[in-house]
T-cell receptor
């Protein structure tokens, strides 16, 4: 089971870059790394996904070192609306859904 | 908006009653997942469908829980003989056949009194 470990909480000032690191020492060869954002009373929302090296989209970047035992979600210039819980998810294949593990996530609070 | 929808959004039931929730995934998505989420925790995987086939169930899932996805479209999750410990948010998600990201619905909040 590819469990993940993240910081429980982080605070950041508006306009700063935020980096959230996730450890996944038991990641399997076929596992992707996916990050989700969740606001209170809503379902999680997909942010970004990667397998190795670096992935960037319009909202975030994902850095994955060569050994893939960790990953870092980078949010550029956060705003108050980025206050949410961020989950790192590792593992999913057509027959590997039982490996899906969200953990407790990282509660990011953006301060004005 | 053609996202994932769930019904009802809230359900209050008495212990011992049966409840059923419905999920309508994004129409072209073949994969459908059910999760349970309690306060302060991340979503916990319950079960997964590819089209109409239920391919996996959580090893921790009680036999009071059953899910169906007839014709590979909408899905239902039934909980029989509800217990207070079943109180949680029940989330449904779908994903496209070849993609790996999941799109979540708003959830059904169940309260068992």
């Amino acid at each position: 089971l590819a469990k993940t470990t993240q910081p429980i909480s982080m605070d950041s000032y508006e306009g700063q870059e935020v980096n959230i690191t996730c450890s996944h020492n038991n990641i399997a060869t076929n596992d992707y790394i996916t990050w989700y954002q969740q606001f209170p009373s809503q379902g999680p929302r997909f942010i970004i996904q990667g397998y190795k090296t670096k992935v960037t989209n319009e909202v975030a970047s994902l850095f994955i070192p060569a050994d893939r035992k960790s990953s870092t979600l980078s949010l550029p210039r956060v705003s108050l609306s980025d206050t949410a819980v961020y989950y790192c998810l590792v593992g999913e294949s057509p027959t590997g859904a039982n490996n899906l593990f969200f953990g407790t996530g990282t509660r990011l609070t953006v301060i004005p | 908006d053609t996202g994932v929808s769930q019904d009802p959004r809230h359900k209050i039931t008495k212990r011992g009653q049966n409840v059923t929730f419905r999920c309508d995934p994004i129409s072209e998505h073949n994969r459908l997942y059910w999760y349970r989420q309690t306060l302060g925790q991340g979503p916990e995987f319950l079960t997964y469908f590819q089209n109409e086939a239920q391919l996996e169930k959580s090893r921790l899932l009680s036999d009071r829980f059953s899910a169906e996805r007839p014709k590979g479209s909408f899905s239902t999750l039934e909980i029989q003989r509800t217990e207070q410990g079943d109180s949680a948010m029940y989330l449904c998600a779908s994903s496209p056949t070849l993609g790996r990201e999941q799109y979540f619905g708003p959830g059904t909040r169940l309260t068992v009194t």
